[in-house]
Structures are given as structure tokens and as C-alpha cells.
């Protein structure tokens, strides 16, 4: 009974805080100048072209697009490590471009890069994800507890004295991404941080994100090229050069597999195949996107 | 042409508390022209191991041989092996260093003692196979996206014109279409040039969809080899050692623990989707 009340109140304030509005951007445009070897100006590349959207506090929104799209940069506007060159970009209500206001930003939205060498400062592992934690002034009593925990998270406890310089692709990308969960910021944005890791570390670190997105209500925006990483998404927006190209829920986005194709991105394995289930008759409903529900519909059509 | 490893051990740091043994006892022979993918938890040695192959890191105990030499071998020549066995880095960062995109691709073909005119030639070839656009030819590699960024790396491997390719990971980070793209290239590659291929990948899927074998490897020792139908009926014991089979195969065994009636060796989309439509066809025929 009392716990009943608590989950109904529980779920009201994380209603509420959904309502919140934690990232705006309002006709974004980035250029960046083309440099020849001396460092001349030789062109202009529009790499973000005019991009307005809104994520709710608490959303798990998956960025997807092709190669050179304008992911990585419309990422880097999320943690004013860019500026617009057009238009407005609103983190937790504070404009990005006030320069005063980038640390506040960045502790808003925490950001994990493509390449994790970019993110590693420290020598040793444990000191490198207390990093975020130590900067933003918070006890040490605390600062070691978060380490421990989102050391963890992602599987590397045995590893907190070794060098991060002396670690495998993979296990750098899992110290990339525990040093941002440690700082406990409202967003998490990750760049392509799942590309390097095996199967199993994929999953873990999917299943911790899915569940700090959950329970804590952090607000994660996920940059991929695994299509199925999009499928338990609550928005997927797919960039082409630079615009905003499909957006909607992932059933929607994955419904219309020509634009998906003129995107230069492909169906999730799934997908793909209740599609030759659907050409060849069978009658299973498209929109199906996990293998789970999959076996379920053909179970259900075996039974009928 | 082949590769052989002979009880390789590689250990990192030894003698200092992060002492790693990274390769435990390697036998491996790769014959030309096969089509090769690694697989491997997190740390499991796959970069080490293809380090190996071309001479950039030197084996603590054990021999490599190339077309029957021992490369340890004091009169072999460790820079025509690198020509013969071109190495795609894990991160394309650590292999870019030239100040625009045409002159680090045409680094690896002039480094090799290739004409000028041989090495443009090949390196715009690459470039184009790779999916590089002109407008970037004489741009920074660093001032690339990251898929950018993979497609020159490769491209500079590519216009050494080698025997062997040894790529670490060569398609994380490009979108579909380009996964696609680079796939069919190395495919081609393998038939009209015999280039024997050998490439690392976390994508159970992309493993299942192109490579003729399949090496899975566990703390530093090779534990399963073969053809991938094979490697992928042991889905329990992947999964303990951090892997997994290609979601394929996983609704294939799963709709056949339900009972359905489908064969074992399912791993792609079209054969598990081939299946399944045979599986509905014979029912329908059964029920007139
Ligand atoms: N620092 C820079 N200077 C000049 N051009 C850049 C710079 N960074 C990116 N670009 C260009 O801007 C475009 C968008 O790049 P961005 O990194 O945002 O793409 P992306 O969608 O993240 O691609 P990927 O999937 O390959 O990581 C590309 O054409 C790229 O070459
Ligand atoms: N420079 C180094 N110094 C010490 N240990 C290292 C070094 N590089 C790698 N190692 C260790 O050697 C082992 C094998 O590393 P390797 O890079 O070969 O793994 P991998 O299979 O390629 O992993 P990943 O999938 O993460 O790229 C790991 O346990 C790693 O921590
Ligand atoms: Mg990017
Ligand atoms: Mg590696």
C-alpha cells in the first residue's frame, strides 16, 4: 500500500521534471572554414544547416546520419565546445554562446567523445574518472563512491591503478564513459561511444544509460551507427547534410525504409527481415523492431 | 603466400604491476587469399595480434613466419613486410599524421619506393574506392568527421597496393551504406587481386554476412576457429566470454526452441528470413 503511494508520487515527479525542457536549439547553423596546408580559408562547410528541436528532460533521444552528416558537430554545440554560427542553442536554459556560462554547460551535459584519447587526462584510471567529480567541487568522501560505482557500471574496477594510456580501444571507451557518469550530470550526450566496445560491454553500458535515464531521469542523446541502438529510443532524428531529414518515434523513423536508404543509413537487422517476411506474405506487423517481438508475432501466428 | 604463428606470447610491461600477458601460446596459420574476422571481448588481444603481423610489434616468445621466413630472422626485411602487410589501426588518429588528406595517402605508396606517378595514381584509386570526395583531398585528415577520418586510413593502406590487409576494426564508425561499400570493395579485392584479408570487428553480424572464417579469441588464447555457421551454434559459450551470435541466429534459435521447424545453422538476415517464409509455406501447404 505504501509503497504503491510512493511509486504513484515517484511517478508525478518524474512527469513533471520530463516536462522540463533541458536542450533547445533554434535554427542552428554551424560553418567551419576549410583549410588548405598553410592554414588559408579555401571554402566553407555548412556542417550543420538550420537544426530546431527540443528534448524534454529526461528523454533518451538516438541521433543517427551518415558519415560527415553533422552529428559530432551538432554534439559539440551541446557542450559549448562550439558556438553557432547561426541561430541558438539552449542548455537547461542557458544560452551556450555566454561564455561565462561554458562550465555550467558542460555540467549539464556531459559529453563522451568518438575517440576516447581525447577524453583521458589522468595517468591512472581511478584519478582520471574522479576528474569531473573534482572539478565540480564535489566531497571527496562522494567523489570516491561515484568512482567506484561507475567504475562498475562499466566493468573495470580491476583495472583503477592501471594507466588508461595502457589499455585496450575498448577498455579506454569504457573509462571515457565512466568519468562522465561519475560527474552525474543532468545529460549525457555520447558520441559513437559504443563503436569500439564487444557485445557484452555494449549491452552493459546500453542497459546502464537506459536505466540512469529511468530511474534517475538523466536525459541521454545518443549518436550511432548501430540502427538497433535507435530501437528503445523515445525520438531518433537522422541528420543529412546537416538538416534534420526524418524525426519522430523510432517505429515511424525505421517505417520509412527509402528515406532510410537515401540517408545512407540501412533497417535494423530486424526490421530487415519482417520486411521479407511481409514480401513473402507473411503477416507480421512492420513496425516490429526488436527480436523479441518478433518471435512473439510468428509464436502468435503459428498458434492461429 | 601465408601466415604462420608459431607458440607466439606477447606480454606488456613486464616486470612493472600492470604486466600484461596479452597473447597466450598463438598457433595460427592464415593461407592467401581467405577472408578472416577476429573477434574477441574487450582486451582480449585482437590489436596485439594484428600488431604482430607486419612487424610492428615484436613477439616476446614465438616465431611468425611469412611465406615460410622467420621475420625475426636477422636477414628479413622488416620494410617490405610492411608493404606487403598493410595495417589499419584501431583508431585512424594514431595512423594519420600527413598535413592534407592526398599526401597521407600517398605516404604508404612512395614510403614503398613507388613512382610519382604510380603513387598518385594508386592513391586517388584508394581514395575513390573509399569514398572520398575531391573536395576533401586537400584538406587536414584531422579536420575530418570520424568516418572520414576511417575511410583515408584505409585509403593509405590501400594504395601500398599489399598482399595482406590487417585491419583492426575497419568499419566502426561508418555509416551503413559506407559498412556496405568497404565490404564489397575487400570482397573484390580478395577475388581480383587474391589479397588475403584479415579483419577485427565487434559486429557479430557483419561477421556473419562476410568472413569465410572466423578466429574468437579469449584472454589472450585463440578458444574457437572455423567457418561461421560453425563458431555461431555456440551461442552459450560466447556469451560467457563477453560475445554474442548475430541477432539473425538469435530469433532462428529462438523461434526453434519454440518448436519451430528451422534448421540450426541460420546466422544471416536472408537465411533466418528464408526460414522462416519456408517454414510458413510448408504450413500453409500442409493445411489444404
Ligand atoms: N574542424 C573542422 N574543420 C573543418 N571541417 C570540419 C571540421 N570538423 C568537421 N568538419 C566537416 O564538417 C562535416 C560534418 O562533420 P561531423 O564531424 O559533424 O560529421 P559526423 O556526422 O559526426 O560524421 P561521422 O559519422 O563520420 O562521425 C564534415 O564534412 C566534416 O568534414
Ligand atoms: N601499451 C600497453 N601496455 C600495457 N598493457 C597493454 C597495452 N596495450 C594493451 N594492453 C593490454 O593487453 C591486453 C590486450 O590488448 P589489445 O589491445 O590487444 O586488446 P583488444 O582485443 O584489441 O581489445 P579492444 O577490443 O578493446 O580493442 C589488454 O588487457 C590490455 O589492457
Ligand atoms: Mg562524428
Ligand atoms: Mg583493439
Known amino acids: ?304 | 603466400m601465408s601466415i604462420r604463428l608459431e607458440n607466439v606470447f606477447y606480454i606488456y610491461g613486464k616486470g612493472t604491476k600492470e604486466e600484461t600477458c596479452a597473447l597466450k601460446k598463438i598457433n595460427l596459420t592464415i593461407e592467401k587469399n581467405e577472408f578472416v574476422g577476429i573477434i574477441g571481448h574487450t582486451g582480449s588481444g585482437k590489436s596485439t595480434l594484428l600488431r604482430l603481423l607486419n612487424g610492428l610489434e615484436r613477439a616476446t616468445e614465438g616465431s611468425v613466419y611469412y611465406n615460410g621466413k622467420n621475420i625475426y630472422d636477422k636477414d628479413f626485411s622488416m620494410k617490405t613486410l610492411r608493404g606487403k602487410v598493410g595495417l589499419v589501426f584501431q583508431y585512424p588518429e594514431h595512423q594519420l599524421f600527413e598535413e592534407t588528406v592526398i599526401k597521407d595517402v600517398q605516404f604508404g605508396p612512395a614510403n614503398m619506393g613507388m613512382t610519382p606517378l604510380e603513387t598518385e595514381l594508386f592513391a586517388f584509386q584508394a581514395l575513390k574506392d573509399v569514398g572520398i570526395g575531391e573536395e576533401l583531398i586537400d584538406v587536414s585528415p584531422f579536420l575530418l568527421s570520424g568516418g572520414q577520418k576511417r575511410r583515408v586510413a584505409l585509403a593509405g593502406v590501400l594504395a601500398m597496393k599489399p598482399e595482406v590487409l590487417a585491419l583492426d576494426e575497419p568499419v566502426a564508425g561508418l555509416d551503413p551504406e559506407g559498412k556496405e561499400n568497404i565490404f564489397a570493395l575487400l570482397k573484390r579485392l580478395q577475388k581480383e587481386r587474391d589479397l588475403t584479408i584479415l579483419f577485427v570487428s565487434h559486429s557479430m553480424e557483419d561477421i556473419a554476412e562476410y568472413a569465410d572464417r572466423v578466429i574468437v579469441m579469449n584472454q589472450g588464447e585463440i578458444v574457437l576457429d572455423g567457418e561461421p555457421h560453425k563458431v555461431f551454434r555456440y551461442q552459450k559459450e560466447l556469451g560467457q566470454i563477453g560475445l554474442d551470435v548475430p541477432v539473425s541466429a538469435k530469433i532462428a534459435n529462438s523461434l526453434r526452441e519454440k518448436g519451430f521447424a528451422i534448421p540450426g545453422d541460420c546466422i544471416t538476415v536472408d537465411e533466418t528470413a528464408d526460414a522462416v517464409i519456408r517454414w510458413y509455406q510448408d504450413r500453409k501447404r500442409g493445411a489444404v
Not at chain 1, 74 to 102: C, K, Q, W
Not at chain 1, 151 to 179: C, D, E, F, T, W
Request: aromatic share 4%; glycine share 8%.
Open chain 1, 1 to 304: 500500500m505504501r509503497s504503491g503511494g510512493l511509486k504513484v508520487l515517484w511517478r508525478r515527479i518524474m512527469q513533471k521534471k520530463k516536462e522540463a525542457v533541458l536542450i533547445e536549439t533554434k535554427d542552428l547553423a554551424h560553418e567551419y572554414g576549410r583549410r588548405d596546408e598553410n592554414g588559408d580559408v579555401t571554402g566553407i562547410v555548412r556542417a550543420i544547416d538550420g537544426i530546431s528541436l527540443t528534448v524534454r528532460a529526461g528523454d533518451f533521444v538516438t541521433v543517427l546520419g551518415a558519415n560527415g552528416s553533422g552529428k559530432s558537430t551538432f554534439a559539440r554545440h551541446l557542450n559549448a565546445l562550439l558556438h553557432p554560427t547561426e541561430g541558438v542553442v539552449y542548455v537547461d536554459g542557458i544560452d551556450t554562446s555566454e561564455e561565462e556560462m561554458t562550465l555550467a554547460v558542460r555540467q549539464t551535459a556531459g559529453m563522451v567523445f568518438q575517440n576516447p584519447d581525447n577524453q583521458i587526462i589522468s595517468n591512472v584510471v581511478e584519478e582520471d574518472v574522479a576528474f569531473g567529480p573534482e572539478n565540480m567541487g564535489v566531497p571527496s568522501l562522494e567523489i570516491k563512491k561515484r568512482v567506484a560505482e561507475s567504475l562498475a557500471q562499466v566493468g573495470m574496477q580491476k583495472y583503477r591503478h592501471h594507466s588508461p594510456n595502457h589499455l585496450s580501444g575498448g577498455q579506454k571507451q569504457r573509462i571515457a564513459i565512466a568519468g562522465i557518469m561519475a560527474m552525474h550530470p543532468k545529460c549525457i550526450v555520447l558520441d559513437e561511444a559504443t563503436a569500439m566496445l564487444d557485445p557484452a560491454g555494449r549491452r552493459q553500458v546500453l542497459e546502464t544509460l537506459h536505466r540512469l535515464n529511468r530511474e534517475e531521469g538523466i536525459t541521454i542523446l545518443l549518436i550511432t551507427h548501430y540502427m538497433e541502438e535507435a530501437a528503445e529510443a523515445d525520438a531518433v532524428y537522422v541528420l543529412k547534410q546537416g538538416k534534420i531529414a526524418l524525426a519522430g518515434r523510432p517505429e515511424t523513423v525505421f517505417g520509412e525504409s527509402d528515406k532510410i536508404k537515401d540517408c545512407g543509413l540501412a533497417l535494423p537487422d530486424v526490421s530487415r527481415i519482417v520486411q521479407k517476411l511481409n514480401n513473402a506474405g507473411l503477416p507480421i506487423d512492420k513496425r516490429i523492431l526488436t527480436p523479441e517481438k518478433l518471435t512473439e508475432a510468428l509464436g502468435r501466428l503459428a498458434a492461429e
